[in-house]
């Protein structure tokens, strides 16, 4: 991929792992509204839509959300969420290999970065602080910061014009289809990692541009030895 001049990078499931945290805080908040709990594994097929549908899911004990679901129900499991992912700390939340020595080599060749994540924006600039990546990244989008969120290509389009960037110098860098979808709508590159969380299917799935096993592999996509 000659060319590349800015990547987008996704948050859980491409550079850290945040399921067990994510996971203990919506079982909390399931015990604490007298429902059934939820595992790591379920945790793992539900995320990647931010954390409105994972909770909505949670209630519904199914990826497909129910729809009978009671709305104040869901705002109110999904404050609850919200406060004990907060207060959880992320104490279980992991870099996953080769991601910060990657992103040092990137940024250390003059290309800019961003982070393009459904996570709510209230928990991102602190999580990347906590792992010591905040400084590779110009730009910082949350599932909340614009009207729209991925597979919506609306923040790849914004990064683009901000930076006054064609299509084929914009890369994304994910593990879900969501990434896969809003890159490909918005005709740009995109990297698929087979290790993230993909509802539990295989990445490839998507037809991604590029499909890799480890991060570190993305200096070889962009010609960085």
């Known amino acids: 991929m000659d060319g590349i001049q800015f ?3 996704d948050l859980d499931g491409t550079l850290l792992d945040s399921v067990p945290d994510l996971a203990e805080a919506a079982d909390k908040t399931m015990q ?5 709990g939820v595992t790591v594994a379920q945790t793992q097929t539900w995320i990647g839509n931010g954390a409105e ?13 129910d729809p009978e679901l009671d709305p104040a129900l ?12 907060e207060e959880g ?50 730009d910082v989008i949350g599932g909340d910061t614009f009207p729209k969120k991925k597979p919506d290509p ?15 110098e914009m890369l994304m860098v994910g593990d879900s289809r969501n990434d896969i979808l809003a890159a490909q709508a918005a005709s740009c590159y995109v990297v698929g990692l087979t290790y993230g969380y993909n509802y539990g299917l295989p990445i490839s799935d998507s037809n991604p541009d590029r499909v890799l096993d480890q991060f570190s592999q993305l200096l070889d996509v962009v010609s960085i030895a």
């Open 53 to 65: 549908i994972l909770i909505g899911r949670a209630l519904s004990q199914s990826i497909d959300l």
């Open 154 to 168: 609306y923040a790849l389009h914004w990064l683009m014009e901000k930076h006054c960037l064609s299509c084929s």
């Open 74 to 85: 869901h705002q109110q499991a999904l404050a609850l969420f919200n406060r004990f992912y």
């Open 7 to 9: 990547i987008a990078f």
């Open 32 to 36: 604490a509204l007298g429902l059934p």
């Open 89 to 138: 700390g992320h104490k279980k939340t992991v870099l996953y290999d080769g991601v910060k020595h990657t992103l040092e080599t990137l940024h250390q060749a003059g290309i800019p970065m961003a982070i393009v994540t459904n996570k709510p924006s209230q928990f991102v600039p602190h999580i990347l602080e906590e792992y010591g990546i905040a400084q590779y990244f110009v």
